[in-house]
């Protein structure tokens, strides 16, 4: 079990025991929601529904991953960002920011945030230095591509360009102050990599764990799983929750995913049948628990 701080209090995060991680796009270009969130109301509502269904974290971003819509400027995303950081924050939520850019992750620490999602790969090192000055966890992530750039690069061994490139990650955090028991290492699935390479590094993360710390794993709806199932991003649950499951068995520490309680419901089936905890007192009296009414 380790430690991991989110500025000024330490939750316990084990492997194999993801604390979950849900998503509240404030942005509206994003590649895998069918309905936009398109007022504040409506996205402090969808974060209190993923606290509610189990969510330990709400990952909060204004900008998506896609390579065909431009970058927005800081301070447009800043003022989708930050007042749903401070709403969320209000009602006692542990609250991400999915952003690469100092000026936005600036604000959203000002509001309240808990844990920088830096998809750049720690492109800026700015960030470093305000995840150091708050305490706020940091989120690493290998990508060999500029943030919103299409790029797959000739990787030798994507696995070892990714632990190679995780560590280096590691030592710049430091040397900016960032503390050992702030970082979180993602390896990057789908970004600036095949469905081919996202699998042969998922396949590989014992090398990963090598660095000791927590793996984040955000493999919810990824285009590595439509290329798996030939099924779009809405179809793609019944792809996510084996993945949520692989990779809990595979030691994940977090899981950043959309739908939480139906992953809540297979990680708690999947502990049930390995035997880590036993069945949970339920209403034995609850007729719905066992069959679907006629009368429904």
């Given at each position: 079990m380790t430690g991991l701080r989110l500025r000024d209090r330490t939750v316990a995060v084990e492997p194999g025991r993801p604390l979950i991680m849900g998503i509240v796009n404030a942005g509206d270009d994003s590649f895998s929601d069918a309905a936009r969130l398109d007022t504040l109301e409506r996205q402090v509502q969808r974060g209190l529904e993923l606290v509610s269904e189990g969510a330990d974290l709400v990952d909060v971003g204004a900008e998506s991953g896609f390579t065909y819509t431009p970058a927005a400027a800081a301070d447009e995303e800043a003022a989708r960002v930050v007042p749903l950081v401070e709403c969320l924050v209000a009602q006692g939520v542990s609250v991400s920011v999915d952003t690469w850019k100092p000026e936005v992750a600036r604000a959203a620490l000002d509001a309240g945030a808990v844990m920088l999602n830096d998809v750049s790969g720690l492109r800026d090192p700015a960030l470093a230095e305000l995840a150091a000055r708050t305490g706020a966890a940091l989120v690493l992530m290998h990508t060999r591509a500029e943030p919103?750039?299409?790029?797959?690069?000739?990787?030798?061994?994507?696995?070892?360009?990714?632990?190679?490139?995780?560590?280096?990650?590691?030592?710049?955090?430091?040397?900016?102050?960032?503390?050992?028991?702030?970082?979180?290492?993602?390896?990057?699935?789908?970004?600036?990599?095949?469905?081919?390479?996202?699998?042969?590094?998922?396949?590989?993360?014992?090398r990963l764990h090598?660095?000791?710390?927590?793996?984040?794993?955000?493999?919810?709806?990824?285009?590595?799983?439509?290329?798996?199932?030939?099924?779009?991003?809405?179809?793609?649950?019944?792809?996510?929750?084996?993945?949520?499951?692989?990779?809990?068995?595979?030691?994940?520490?977090?899981?950043?995913?959309?739908?939480?309680?139906?992953?809540?419901?297979?990680?708690?089936?999947?502990?049930?049948?390995?035997?880590?905890?036993e069945v949970p007192a339920f209403d034995g009296s609850d007729e719905e628990l066992k069959w679907i009414r006629a009368d429904r």
């Open positions: 919103k750039r299409e790029a797959f690069p000739d990787y030798d061994d994507v696995a070892a360009d990714v632990e190679g490139f995780l560590r280096e990650r590691m030592a710049l955090a430091r040397a900016h102050g960032v503390g050992d028991d702030q970082l979180v290492l993602d390896p990057g699935p789908d970004f600036a990599k095949t469905p081919a390479q996202t699998v042969a590094v998922l396949r590989d993360l014992d090598a660095l000791g710390r927590p793996l984040l794993l955000a493999v919810s709806r990824k285009y590595f799983l439509g290329a798996i199932t030939g099924r779009p991003p809405a179809e793609r649950l019944a792809g996510t929750l084996a993945a949520a499951t692989w990779a809990a068995d595979a030691g994940a520490a977090i899981l950043r995913v959309h739908d939480v309680a139906a992953v809540r419901d297979a990680l708690a089936v999947r502990a049930v049948l390995d035997g880590h905890d």
